[in-house]
């Protein structure tokens, strides 16, 4: 959670200052991030990557993430269309977040990275089996 001064220094460079700003990782602590949530509220994918990974989504916008440690880190795994990145840490394996097809410009956030307590989030349901006949409702 962010203080007082640091939603202030926000505000003057220009960064959003509604909602929240919430660090996470990967397990072993390489890969570090922050990300701004304006809602509590998350997507579960039933695509067959989202499915094995276990991703819980949040899709934000390039403003609204940071990467603060760990770019060397990551490697990427692209399938298909080859439009999504998705990232992992080369040490602990974990997922943190993606770009995903999308939103190629933005960040899908892995919400069991960030620090705390994501349990009483809202979880919206995205048939991701059926992803071109449901992109839509996510952009």
Request: negative net charge; contains cysteine.
């Amino acid at each position: 959670m962010e203080g007082e001064g640091e939603r202030m220094e926000r505000q003057r460079s220009g960064l959003p200052t509604d909602g929240e700003w919430q660090e996470g990782g990967c397990h072993c602590g390489a890969v570090r991030f922050r990300v701004h949530v304006r809602e509590r509220r998350h997507l579960v994918c039933n695509c067959s990557i989202c499915s094995m990974k276990g991703f819980l989504g949040l899709i934000v916008s390039a403003a609204d993430f940071e990467l603060l440690a760990g770019d060397e880190a990551l490697v990427s795994y692209r399938f298909n269309t080859r439009v999504a990145e998705h990232r992992f840490c080369r040490t602990c394996g974990i997922h943190p977040f993606s770009r995903p097809r999308s939103h190629p410009e933005g960040y899908d956030v892995n919400v069991r990275c960030l620090d705390g307590i994501y349990e009483d989030w809202q979880a919206d349901p995205f048939d991701g089996h059926k992803w071109e006949d449901n992109v839509g409702s996510i952009r």
